[in-house]
């Protein structure tokens, strides 16, 4: 599966933002979908996933209740519809797939995008 993640920007705080994510090769009703950050100096870490049918969705604590994560398999899409954001916000996003239930680890990722980066500040 080859992903190709845009939608990336620069942000104020408390603005919106929608990231995308276009998967190509194999259709992704077959993958838990989900995005991962990567913040300046940091490490990567889990963003939210979804589950393949879109029933189940997992979040970070740091971005329950501003981020949103959908699919449509349709389309071989997978959406980040963020708000409220905030400057600790500001990483590069990956769009990741996982053949089996996507956990909070890196390590079960089996394809990962390019990134994209999303920088919030006034």
């Known amino acids: 599966v080859q992903l190709q993640a845009c939608g990336g920007g620069l942000v104020q705080p408390g603005g919106s933002l929608r990231l995308s994510c276009a998967a190509s090769?194999?259709?992704?009703?077959?993958?838990?979908m989900g995005w991962f950050r990567q913040a300046p100096g940091k490490e990567r870490e889990f963003v939210t996933s979804?589950?393949?049918?879109?029933?189940?969705?997992d979040y970070a604590d740091s971005v329950k209740g501003r981020f949103t994560i959908s699919r449509d398999n349709a389309k071989n899409m997978v959406y980040l519809q963020m708000s409220s954001l905030k400057p600790e916000d500001t990483a590069v996003y990956y769009c990741?797939?996982?053949?089996?239930?996507?956990?909070?680890?890196?390590?079960?990722?089996?394809?990962w995008g390019q990134g994209t980066l999303v920088t919030v500040s006034s």
């Open positions: 979804i589950s393949r049918s879109g029933g189940s969705t």
């Open positions: 990741a797939a996982d053949r089996s239930i996507m956990t909070k680890s890196l390590l079960g990722v089996d394809y």
């Open positions: 090769g194999r259709t992704i009703s077959d993958y838990y």
